[in-house]
């Protein structure tokens, strides 16, 4: 099994706060064939800094990355024994379904490129066929410059579970729907890192956020899964980002709830 990933567009870039990710380090995969002649069934991973690996130094500000076999979507695939083709799309202040007005992560990005709803059918497109499509976002939103609250995400998540299953990016051609499984991401107590007033307010919205976000999601045809329970608060010195051990965890619950759905 061999896992890749691929920028959703050629202009793809950044402009929020949390970092970039076009893991061209995955080495891709061609559709590989079973023995019995069927085709490997893909998954597409769309998010955002936590999917990306991001790690922060808040001493010297300095931005990195876990390493790729370290990152949640990695530890999946390992879970799922390598039977699926991954395909992992994660940009750093990537939101459910707003721009970004400035860009204040890894360099100067068009804002437009942050908008999870712009650019997800370029990626998606790019990454055909597609089995399941597993979207891992909304922290961004909850930058407090953006004024959500927990209705606001459910709804970004919403239109991007209905931009999955209508399926207009692919209409010339005849491959299935995918299926679409919402991965809700970690609390933040946004008042206590080290990027200011920038996520200030979050971790009363993040309490409440997961019951509305899931009556939201189901109802438009998604299926979802809890990740902040799985990993709780995140152990980054910046409070913000999954240490290795919490990629790890939430790779292996994500694995079991995509066998429960594949068996489905």
């Not at 799922?80 to 395909?87: A, F, Q, S």
């Not at 459910?154 to 499984?181: E, F, H, I, M």
């Not at 409440?208 to 189901?218: F, L, Q, Y």
């Amino acid at each position: 099994m061999k896992i890749s990933a691929s920028a959703p567009l050629a202009a793809i870039a950044a402009a929020c706060f949390l970092f970039v990710t076009s893991p061209s380090a995955w080495a891709a995969s061609d559709l590989e064939q079973k023995t019995d002649g069927s085709v490997q069934k893909t998954i597409f991973v769309y998010g955002d800094s936590n999917t990306f690996g991001w790690v922060y130094e808040p001493k010297t500000k300095i931005v990195s990355r876990l390493p790729l076999k370290e990152t949640w979507p990695y530890q999946m695939s390992k879970a799922l024994g390598g039977k699926y083709r991954i395909e992992v799309d994660a940009l750093g202040g990537r939101t459910t379904d707003v721009d970004e007005p400035i860009s204040t992560g890894s360099g100067e990005i068009p804002g437009a490129t942050y908008n999870g709803l712009t650019t997800l059918p370029a990626a998606l497109s790019a990454n055909m066929p597609v089995d399941l499509v597993i979207i891992m976002l909304g922290t961004n939103d909850l930058k407090a410059g953006h004024h959500r609250q927990a209705k606001d995400v459910a709804q970004g998540l919403v239109n991007l579970t209905r931009c999955v299953v209508d399926a207009r990016w692919q209409s010339r051609t005849a491959y299935k729907v995918p299926r679409v499984l919402i991965v809700l991401p970690p609390p933040m107590d946004g008042d206590h890192t080290p990027y200011g007033h920038f996520f200030a307010g979050s971790l009363a919205k993040t309490k409440v956020w997961g019951p509305v976000i899931e009556k939201a999601v189901t109802a438009a045809g998604a299926e979802f899964f809890d990740g902040g329970a799985v990993v709780g608060l995140p152990d980054q010195p910046d409070n913000v980002h999954l240490t290795s051990n919490e990629h790890e965890a939430l790779g292996k619950a994500v694995a079991q709830k995509v066998r429960e759905m594949m068996r489905k």
